[in-house]
């Protein structure tokens, strides 16, 4: 039995936290097949003018925008086996072996242009518009490792397939969304950039610790994450997918069909949703961020049911939505991950993860943790699936976005590996960093001004810079390789590659 009068009385709770705390709100929808049943929402859309944030107020989807891009490749018909290379003209030749598939999936080991911006010194806030980033992609060196073999987080390949969809339909990807939306929800659209003026939109916003900041990205949004419109919006475009309403008639199953790795096992990561279960509840969502923005949709096909939570405050979401469905589908919370915390490092290589009391980050990508009933730990994957099992206190093993991990803990005692310290140049675009002996680094940051960093030496000749964009924390990983030149990864971006120019930097 379905429990919505006690699901709405949860999603209030959550909305009167963000009225009662004077500050930025949002909006929660519960919804089934037939539409829209209840809202509740709380706090501003504009803290400056004290405007409410209601269910019907306009707000930036962020990366929920990816099943849209992958509804309207599929209703094209175009083949998810073809490669970048036959669908698009101009790219460096490993992007172009990719399949479109891989791509939309993040098997397709892409490098993320956000995050390999970020490591040569490009604000996040920096206007780079669609031509800028294109042939940024077009002087990409290489993939983040073998397509099919890892699930890791990018958007390049969706912004990629926009210029697929564009190519194929031979018209712009606003109005190829216009169309798509019209006969369920006309208000939702596509923006391609922060300046395009979209009527209503709520400001985001994020928290610097004493504060409400406005939050700021310069990057064009493409297909992966441009999509605007409201929370009941959303809500009725996600009733139409359960319904299989119209031209949306299969489009869910096709959506969430099952995506392989090149060992043969599943990955909960689909064309633009991810499968995970609440309880014995199989479902399907997706989370979508920019700064100042977190929203999320959960939906439980098989009984037709859902939950869109939209927000313009920069805090995880993907809890409170599983709040809201557990009381709606009389389902139990995950129980926390009685987890070990520190950082934890391969023996080789630049994979290192995070932990704190309940939850992880791999690399950068951010998790929440729960127990998976048998002394072992898994992730509510917002976007990445994870398992692992103790082994003592000091060992984690498992499988971490489809590849099978053994982390051992780092010591804090550890010191700054002395073959790092020097000056350090990128072999394509002749950047440089500088590694000093005391543990600090200066990188490329807004070109020839540098950022400092106080860098955390790991084992095995590797050290975690750390680096604030607004909201966001980029830790990219330096490791010295076989040959001796310095690597430079982060979850998203594992391709730059630094040879040394002098040694002893003071």
Sequence with gaps: ?????????????????????????????????????????????????????????PNRFASISKHFLATS??????????????LLDDLPVPLAKVQLGRALDMTGALPDMMEVLWQQGVPFTA???????????????????????????????WRLAQAVIERQAGMSYAEIIRDLVAPFDSTIRFVGDETEIVPGLSTGY?????????????FQFSGSGGIAGSATALARWCSALLAGRGSLDGMLARLTAPRHFNNGMESRYRLGLVTSMLGDVALVGHGGSLPGYRNHVLMAPELGVGVVVMTNREEEVLWPALRVLSVLLGQDLPQPAANPTGLFVEDRGPFWAELTPGAISVMGGYERLVADGANGMRSLPAYLDLDLARIGDDILEGTIGGVARLIRRASPHTTLEPR???????????????????GTATMPWAGTIGVETVLTPLPGGRALADLAHGPWRHRPCFWLGPDGSLGLASHRARIL??????????
């Design 73 to 86: 490749l599929l209703r094209a018909k175009v083949p998810l086996n073809a490669t970048l290379g036959e």
């Design 420 to 438: 790092l310290i020097g000056v350090w140049r990128e072999r394509q675009s002749g950047l440089e960093i500088l590694i000093r002996a005391d």
């Design 497 to 506: 590659q630094f040879d040394r120019v002098y040694k002893g930097a003071s």
């Design 1 to 57: 039995m379905l429990e919505w009068a006690l699901a709405k009385a949860e999603a209030s709770t959550l909305a009167d936290a963000w009225t009662g705390g004077a500050g930025p709100g949002g909006a929660i929808v519960l919804f089934d097949s037939g539409g829209i049943r209840d809202t509740a929402s709380g706090g501003f859309a504009s803290v400056e003018h004290a405007l409410p944030f209601t269910a019907d107020t």
């Design 206 to 218: 994020w928290h610097d610790g004493s504060g409400w900041r406005r939050g700021r990205y310069g």
């Design 127 to 157: 206007t780079l518009g669609r031509a800028e980033i294109r042939s940024a992609v077009q002087g990409l060196s290489g993939l983040n490792g073998v397509p099919g073999d890892e699930m890791a987080y990018s958007n390049t390949g």
